[in-house]
């Protein structure tokens, strides 16, 4: 019964966070107990109540898709970063870049 008011606090405070446009601030034990609960989910167990597995859920799929947002942003501005590397080194040698038309 713990377990589950526990989740449900946990859920509550992130999607309290998400709401007002913040992300939740990692705060250690917190965030590791809450990926725990998402984790923990996903494998089958979840807290007691129609209403924490719903809110558990939202907050759960709140902070995967925040994550997956981080990593594709990141690859974009890898990426982009080696582009302007290789252009920049195509300028040192003194060849113009390919603009990609023939």
């Known amino acids: ?8 606090a946990l859920a509550l405070a992130a ?10 601030a990692p705060v250690g ?14 494998n089958g167990r979840m807290p ?8 558990l859920r939202d907050a759960c799929t709140n902070l995967m ?7 594709v942003e990141a690859e974009r501005r890898r990426q982009q970063q080696i582009a302007a590397q ?8 003194g060849a113009k870049p390919s603009t990609g038309s023939p």
Do not use: H, N, Y
Not at 65 to 71: I, T, W
Not at 86 to 93: G, I, K
């Open 15 to 24: 999607v309290a966070g998400r709401a007002e446009g913040q992300k939740p």
């Open 65 to 71: 898709s925040g994550r997956a947002d981080e990593r």
């Open 86 to 93: 290789e252009q920049l080194r195509l300028q040192a040698q």
């Open 1 to 8: 019964m713990r377990t589950g008011v526990v989740w449900a």
């Open 29 to 42: 034990p917190t965030s590791s107990a809450f990926d725990k609960a998402c984790i923990d989910m996903v």
């Open 48 to 55: 007691q109540g129609e209403q924490a597995i719903k809110t």
